[in-house]
């Protein structure tokens, strides 16, 4: 050896494989490629088919069009700056802010002191108090705030609640399939087990028991411990709600088979069609109906997050988890992990507190904060509507109407030539066809395959978060123009 | 079994082991107790004999009595409500905003556009650039803007950095005794090996090469890949500031055994004596000096955040790490593993851009800022000395003078009817004395054995972040007492 080419202490075939098995679709090559083609456009580069990028690749709505809530930002900007306290009538009179911006950042800031300190490593107490109270206004049931632990958004959440739940490489977690693909990236690197659940496109989407179960009964054939079960609901890619029946079901599944529940329900308010009910209701409703206590010990954990709905606040990195009937000493050992990486970012912590708390009725926010929220709402809709009634006119797409969620994940059917034409890139057919589409249009989409999807069936994901329709018609043009190229 | 008490999916003995397994004591015990405390007293109990509780067991400087920056503050509140744009004459005028702020903030929006949008997974280009910035400035060589990653604090820069490196439970790395314990609790979630080198008290905390080379020789001799060396400079718990030769030791040390270095060099403006020198310069100058090429692919990571120095905004969670000489299909994975976290709070990363790029001579904020930064640092030093002028008259005790980060870390001998006292109770002896301290005083340290500290040596952290002379006084008597207690 050489001293020169001294070799590295790492190299792609040393590190962590774990790490290095996990996928990330939602931004993985094509948003890497979508960012390159954004930033030869800023440098003035003339080359490309098109003069934007649109990233509708991930829920990120305000980078997109949606503007935050003004009662919100207002607040955040006091407690960003407290000496603007010195000068309230500043405030009220030249910059218009309501009398309860004003006092909703004074008790904050009497509970957190300064949103420069490290909180407490679980969360501001008053903040857990804060987002218990609209557990129990939002159920109709009691919420302990030492059962609620504040995130960086919803992803930690998720990753402190595997880390605790994976032992080893024979525990296994049910994970329905199609997927937000965090679940799948974080086992992998936890060098955890997937135990996919199919649920049936023919059906909305429908997370069949009889599906779960099958799958439950062959993983544990084959020695998996599974432990666990993810929900997603509303649906992330599908946009579904599951109603009250079948949350009833799972619960009851959970119970035989003993079972964490792991409920994420960041899209709680993005529904267009059927209501969200939470699995901590019915959880709750089956353990009054069953007083012989044989649902008690039903370990659910459910995921909150500000980045999604109406608040749409991702890079605040805010969010929370609630968890029922868990062991007090597995409690202890969350508080731990937590603490190791100190606490959740305090702004993010106090936005979650606005988001459970908003202005109500009668107050002088309300008004504006009100117009704001349907109003991002209905154009939400409009734009899920627009998208649909383009993706149902194209040859070979199937899409349910937008149910709810930011997402549309119709089914391509692509002709051979164009499977072939994907193999001999050694890609999957749908990512091939998303590729294509980036190239030719600027607009990034998720291939199916980045989610999970049956075999011989094909998708993608596309949030509907972008404004406008000129990006719709652009893939309407590619569409024909690819179907007729592979023909 | 009864149906009434189902058995949970999740117990103390069946979840994750090495979550189990890992130690913080920063956050332990004594930290949960001491919130307990706080709580009791904010319902008004009477019953306990302090008033108010001293959380010195963290760097939290604004927990305590450090005030935020003026122009990092202002910028933010914009930054939040960029609506008071439309107001500039009054955030001039009546407000008393500098222009600086104002253009800085325009800069930082038109770079981010909302700060409630996910950024780039690896933190936004243009901070991004900032920070490479600096780092050329400071270090007098160029840095570039891809090897840079904007981090959740230093913490989840140290969680991305040992996934990446630690393969498997043969995967070791050195790690300095005494050690921030966030590095011995990450090895353990990891199941990789800690290997120990001693920091050398009588010789102020130094890293002798000879006791690393001994440390990595029986590692790896058992059998552990040793792949990594982590230095904290300067020293936490120790405060200590590595001359440049032990810097150069150290490069040479990992050229030598192959070893990636990991600097944590967070504390780098809290220095009271001596000089900061970033292992980046170091590395860089012997590269220059060794033309043949064989320093060029020794790794090196350093990092660095925004919750110490004059800066202390622990609660933005904000920070960065920089990498070189690392192979790029190894960045590869680094960029697929911070993707799935989404990215580091946007205000957090704004702050590192105003912290690495702050007003200037000249400026309209710069003298403020200015006057600022150097109270904050004149009263640490003066807090520091306060603090060590009392620890040195106490009895058994012995402390080097105050040399940086923003802890005291006093070595302490105990009567060995206290060491049996401990014993008793199942605690190490620093664990019991500080556990005494806190139920006397209200007063939370970290005891030594949080840390790691050679066999038959008992120590204790403090910050010295608390204002005022009145705790000092209260540990010195209940020092007194103790002894006396237990003589």
Redesign the interface.
């Known amino acids: 050896m050489s ?10 075939d ?4 774990h ?2 098995r ?1 996928q ?1 679709a ?3 090559e094509l ?2 490629k979508s ?1 390159e083609y954004r ?1 030869r456009l800023a440098k003035g580069d003339k080359t490309l088919p098109f003069d934007h990028v649109i990233s509708a690749n ?1 829920g ?4 997109l069009d949606q503007k ?1 809530i ?1 009662f919100f ?2 607040v ?6 407290p ?2 306290l010195e ?1 309230e009538d ?1 405030l009220l009179n ?2 218009g802010y309501k009398p309860d911006v004003v006092e909703r950042a004074k008790w904050l800031l009497s509970k ?10 679980t969360g501001v ?1 008053a903040i857990k108090q804060s987002v218990a109270d609209f557990l129990e206004r939002r159920d109709g049931f009691p919420a302990d705030p030492a059962d609620i632990y504040l995130s ?2 919803a ?2 959440g998720v ?1 402190t609640l595997l ?6 490489p024979e525990t296994g977690l049910l994970v329905p399939i199609p997927q937000y693909p ?1 679940y799948t ?2 086992l992998d ?1 936890l060098n955890a087990k997937c135990v996919p659940y199919f649920l049936d496109e023919s059906s909305n989407w429908d997370p069949e028991i009889s599906n779960i179960k099958s799958s439950l009964a062959s993983a544990r054939k084959a020695g998996t411990d599974v ?2 079960i993810v929900v997603i609901n509303p649906g992330n890619p599908t946009g579904a709600t599951l109603p009250e029946s079948d949350i009833r079901d799972i619960i009851e599944l959970a ?1 035989q088979e ?3 529940i792991i409920a994420d329900e960041v899209y709680q308010t993005n529904i267009f069609k059927g209501e969200f009910v939470s699995f901590k209701k019915v959880l709750r409703q089956i353990q009054r109906e069953n007083p ?3 649902f ?2 039903v ?1 659910l954990a459910s995921l909150h997050s500000i ?1 999604k709905g109406m608040v ?6 805010g969010g929370y988890f609630e968890v029922c ?3 007090p ?2 409690k202890d ?1 969350i ?3 937590v ?10 912590q106090c936005l979650v507190e606005m988001m459970v708390n908003p202005p109500r009725e009668g107050q002088p926010s309300y008004e504006l904060y009100k117009q704001e929220y349907d109003q991002t709402f209905n154009s939400m809709y409009e734009r899920a509507t627009a998208l649909y009634n383009a993706f149902v006119q194209m040859e070979g797409v199937e899409c349910a109407e937008p149910q709810g969620s930011m997402y549309l994940f119709p089914s391509i059917k692509l002709p051979q030539k164009a499977i072939e034409a994907a193999e001999k890139e050694g890609r999957e057919a749908d990512e091939f066809y998303c590729l294509r589409l980036l190239d030719a249009t600027g607009i990034c989409l998720v291939p199916g395959s980045g989610f999970g999807q049956k075999e011989n069936t094909l998708h993608f994901r596309t949030t509907f978060l972008a404004p406008g329709t000129d990006w719709v018609g652009r893939i309407v043009e590619f569409h024909k123009k690819f179907m007729d190229e592979y023909r």
Chains 1, 2 share one sequence.
């Open positions: 001293t020169v080419t001294r070799a590295r202490a790492l190299t792609h040393n590190i962590n494989p790490v290095k996990a990330y939602v931004r993985g948003a890497v960012e930033a991930i990120n709505p305000q980078q935050p003004t930002r207002q955040l900007s006091i407690l960003e700056n000496k603007l000068h500043v030249a910059l957190v002191g300064s949103v420069g300190a490290y909180s407490a490593s107490p960086i958004g992803s930690s990753n880390h605790i739940i994976c032992a080893g965090l990236a974080s690197v432990r666990a119970r003993k079972l964490v012989d206590g044989k008690d010990h370990e980045s749409g606040e991702c890079g605040h990195r009937g868990f062991d000493k597995v050992e508080y731990k992990f603490s190791i990486t100190l606490c959740a970012p305090v702004i993010g």
